[in-house]
């Protein structure tokens, strides 16, 4: 729907985490304008009224509009089993995932979690995901059906796992892994705003020769998104190790089948050595921090500031199931935590930035989504500054924007999102009342 939003705006001119606070911009009475379902313009609210009159208006009030929250790494199948207690990696795969994978073999339950996923999704302010889906092309097909037909931009694809380190019914073979890929590839791969992903799960999951011919399929297919996971746990990396004997370290078993480029996407990422950090950063691959994982499934501190300096590219994410959450506002407190355990204290800038901008910049997306700028499509969510009263009274002190914000980062949930848009239309959410336009 074409119109005019007034509220307090945040959009982003450059890069915090290199540049500083300054490359965000704050306007307390800003605006943004949308067209056909993109953003024709931003700025002040009295500028963009005067030059058009004709728009129709919505009013956020003190709302804070700005890009909708990128999730780039989660794993809808495993919705049902979030917050799961008392497990570590391989455990927790064992007794509480590929069980609850293999319940995916229905199309109609995959189709119910997809739907309820996605809807989680919106109400957490999150607009688009990079997720995992399982081994049955059924949980392809039924989330990219799901984010159709809400007008979600997703990416995702099929969970391959062909070692028998997987349970039967959740593996294929190298050229299962192929054909089925390479099918939903050419089904879905940029039908309207989906793209498909290429997910080999994890080397302790796939022969080589999976991982080979998932290289292949990507080297046939180079403007695909591949993501797996690397280096999250250390019982998992001396897994890898015995798996793969003649393998340098964990990425070299990607390295070595095609497997690792620009186009990639690196889930975790903790525990890396300094060929593996220089060879991501080499290829522009992208590392995605999972925090609430981390520390829920107990797998370590990913090394933002070390990794930030080097001039890795990162991004953030939920890791739902093994994350705690569906919130990318739970996600940036966590990040930050950890960033304190690190020794940075990551700037409210830095950590909204990664929950947009950046996370969409890791799924080679920033040109359409992750900031509020012209040009781009218009997924943005009006947050709520003071939507509890424990964070209310803490923003009410605030002297700046920063300090108005944190709270909502380090206290948030659902509630804070006022509203959330895909391509400029509002999203209807349950017992919310419809955004009214005057
Ligand atoms: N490594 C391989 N599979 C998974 C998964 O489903 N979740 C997490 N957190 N790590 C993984
Ligand atoms: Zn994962």
């Given at each position: 729907m074409n119109g005019l939003h007034l509220g307090q705006t945040l959009t982003f001119t450059g890069d915090p985490c290199h540049e500083?606070?300054?490359a965000a911009r704050h306007e307390r009475r800003g605006a943004v304008l949308v067209e056909d379902g993109r953003i024709a313009a931003t700025g002040a609210a009295d500028d963009l009224r005067a030059a058009h009159p004709d728009a129709p208006v919505t009013d956020h009030g003190d709302g804070l509009l700005m890009a909708g929250f990128v999730d780039a790494h989660a794993h809808y199948p495993q919705t049902g089993i979030i917050?799961?207690?008392?497990?570590?990696l391989i455990d927790w795969l064992n007794a509480y995932t590929f069980p609850e994978e293999m319940?995916?073999?229905d199309p109609a339950y995959a189709a119910d979690v997809a739907g309820r996923y996605l809807d989680l999704l919106l109400s957490n302010g999150t607009t688009t995901v990079c997720s995992f889906c399982t081994i049955h092309p059924a949980s392809v097909e039924t989330f990219f059906e799901a984010a159709e037909l809400r007008g979600m931009r997703v990416a995702g694809g099929r969970t391959c796992m062909d070692r028998d380190t997987a349970p039967e019914g959740l593996r294929d073979t190298a050229q299962a892994a192929y054909d089925q890929s390479r099918d939903l590839l050419q089904r879905w791969h940029r039908r309207g705003r989906a793209r498909y992903v290429i997910t080999p799960r994890f080397s302790p999951t796939s022969t080589p020769e999976q991982l080979s011919a998932l290289g292949a399929l990507w080297a046939e297919n180079p403007d695909c998104l591949m993501q797996t996971h690397l280096s999250e746990q250390t019982d998992e990396i001396d897994w890898v190790k015995s798996l793969y004997p003649q393998a340098r370290d964990y990425l070299d078993t990607y390295q070595a089948h095609g497997l690792l480029g620009r186009n990639g996407l690196y889930g975790h990422a903790i525990h890396l050595e300094p060929r593996e950090r220089d060879r991501l950063r080499e290829t522009g691959a992208a590392l995605v921090h999972c925090p609430t994982s981390n520390t829920f499934i107990g797998s370590g501190l990913f090394d933002m500031p070390g990794l930030l300096a080097e001039g890795n590219t990162v991004g953030l994410a939920t890791d739902t199931g093994g994350g705690s959450s569906f919130s990318m506002l739970r996600s940036m407190a966590a990040a930050y935590e950890i960033g304190q355990l690190r020794g940075r204290a990551l700037h409210p800038s830095e950590l909204l930035w990664l929950a947009t901008e950046g996370s969409a910049r890791a799924m080679r997306m920033n040109d359409r989504i992750g900031n509020l700028e012209p040009g781009r499509e218009a997924d943005f969510i009006v947050l709520d500054l003071a939507s509890t009263p424990a964070i209310a009274q803490r923003a009410e002190r605030a002297s700046d924007i920063w300090e108005a914000i944190f709270p909502t980062i380090m206290m948030g949930d659902d509630r804070a999102i006022a509203a959330t848009y895909l391509a400029g239309h509002a999203v209807q959410q349950p017992g919310r009342p419809s955004t009214s336009t005057q």
């Open positions: 500083g606070p300054g917050a799961s207690w008392g497990k570590r319940r995916f073999d």
